[in-house]
């Protein structure tokens, strides 16, 4: 793909989802987009003339090829470097028809475009300058965003926030990398101009934001794929009910056999623009049986990997038995990183719809950082309550705030603050200058390989190949 953008072809595909529809609308971009459409459209009767052609503006007017009204359109022309992708680009606005579709990128490709490849319109921008690498990933993102959540931090790294997050902290290592290379220069003087205690200061500052950004992942991968929650607890008590309930469907098989559910079942909803990934669990219980013993550890590891952990507890069990499940469950979840809301289901069999079951287990497990509430998952009661805790156990951080959602930045803040960490130590054991700037210079190349400051093709081809062909 490299080579095709350093010769700068025009390219065309289609930007709008592939099928029928009311409309549809090709891009145009390269050196030759507007030669190519003006030359295939008419406008007020006459071919538009390049001369003629107005930034930013929509004309109306009609496809013309080799003499043959090929359809009504709507042509909106991109000067260079106005536009997307930098280049001078063309926007065709046909009706929805596959026939007509298809039969204007074959007349395109005969006048001299060829089909663009997978994000290769983004790529283009990206090498014109239009947005950093990070930019461009927060596009495919806002593309599959799924809720509001989603979208208010594909739009936040978008408007380049983490970016600029990243280009501080990476100014700031390439000043203190300077400073050391300087002395090497002069080390038979013996010089010093990085002072030890403010160098160990600033990275102190430095490694505490690389890590802050690389534990946001965990949150951020959560809204952006859909907050997983686990709903578990012994058998028969109700999760698979509880599953139907928040989904107003029969999803789940409901029974009163114990250890129906031998496979987790995961089903998403949007609940207030949050998605959620519902999880459906064996029921925990000692069994000899094969098939509901690897159910039942896989429940397990999905308790592992939620971010929240809906524990159901049966009101109509015998009271030492439900605190027990309860201590039992609080033992399977980290409360550091995790949220468990204790759920006593069927209370529609009680006279206190489980008012007093709530306080007595509220105060026996006398922890605040444990939600306890009463539903009945059979007849809906209580769904509100479980909405609202879901809505209030969310770690989430402020609206505007930087939260790394792609797996390729994780991992490069990872390594970067590995290389920070090594840094420290080696000031505190007063290591030579030369063996503590290389892990430096580590440090910056990784923290630039997110905004693309440093990248190979070959990362950039594995990036942009799963854009779609459009975009």
Do not use: W
Not at 59 to 80: M, P, R, S
Not at 114 to 135: I, P, S
Not at 364 to 371: S, T
């Amino acid at each position: 793909m490299q080579s095709n953008i350093l010769n700068n072809d025009t390219i065309c595909a289609i930007a709008t989802p592939h099928g029928m529809g009311a409309i549809a609308t090709v891009r145009v971009s390269g050196a030759k987009a507007f030669p190519i459409v003006a030359a295939l459209f008419q406008h007020r009767g006459n071919f538009m003339e390049i001369s003629e052609v107005v930034s930013h503006k929509a004309y109306h007017g009609h496809l013309i090829n080799k003499g043959e009204l090929l359809d009504e359109v709507l042509v909106t022309f991109f000067k260079a470097p106005h536009s997307f992708t930098g280049e001078d680009s063309a926007e065709i606005s046909v009706h929805g028809s596959v026939f007509v579709q298809q039969k204007l990128l074959q007349v395109l490709i005969a006048n001299g475009c060829r089909m663009a490849e997978a994000g290769e319109f983004t790529r283009r921008a990206f090498v014109n300058k239009k947005f950093d690498l990070a930019q461009a990933e927060a596009i495919a993102d806002l593309i599959g965003s799924e809720s509001e959540a989603a979208h208010r931090v594909a739009i936040n790294q978008l408007r380049g926030g983490f970016s600029k997050e990243l280009q501080v902290l990476r100014s700031k290592l390439l000043e203190m990398t300077s400073l050391m290379e300087l002395e090497l220069d002069f080390s038979e003087e013996d010089v010093e101009f990085a002072d030890r205690s403010q160098l160990k200061a600033l990275l102190q500052e430095i490694l505490a934001k690389v890590n802050r950004l690389r534990d946001s992942f965990h949150l951020g991968n959560a809204i952006r794929n859909g907050i997983p929650v686990a709903i578990v607890g012994q058998t028969n008590t109700g999760k698979s009910t509880l599953l139907n309930a928040l989904l107003g469907e029969d999803r789940a098989i409901v029974s009163d056999i114990a250890g129906t559910t031998r496979d987790t079942i995961e089903e998403t909803l949007n609940i207030n623009g949050i998605l959620y990934r519902f999880i459906d669990t064996a029921g925990l219980r000692e069994t000899d049986e094969t098939i509901e013993k690897i159910g039942i550890e896989r429940s397990y590891k999905k308790i592992r990997e939620a971010t929240i952990v809906i524990g159901m507890l049966d009101a109509t069990i015998d009271y030492k038995s439900m605190l027990s499940s309860s201590i039992e469950m609080l033992g399977k979840v980290d409360l550091e990183h995790q949220q468990l809301i204790l759920c006593i289901n069927k209370v529609d069999t009680l006279d206190d719809h489980g008012e007093a079951l709530l306080g007595q287990l509220r105060q026996d497990l006398d922890n605040e950082e444990i939600m306890v509430i009463c539903l009945s998952a059979k007849h809906k009661f209580g769904l509100n309550d479980l909405y609202n805790t879901l809505k209030h156990s969310q770690p989430f951080a402020h609206p505007d705030a930087t939260l790394v959602t792609n797996v390729r930045h994780y991992e490069a803040l990872l390594h970067a603050s590995e290389s920070l960490s090594q840094v420290q130590q080696q000031l505190e054991m007063n290591i030579p200058i030369d063996l503590i700037s290389q892990d430096l210079r580590q440090a910056i190349y990784h923290l630039g390989s997110i905004t693309g400051e440093i990248t190979t093709d070959e990362v950039l081809g594995s990036i942009f190949s799963r854009f779609c062909i459009g975009k």
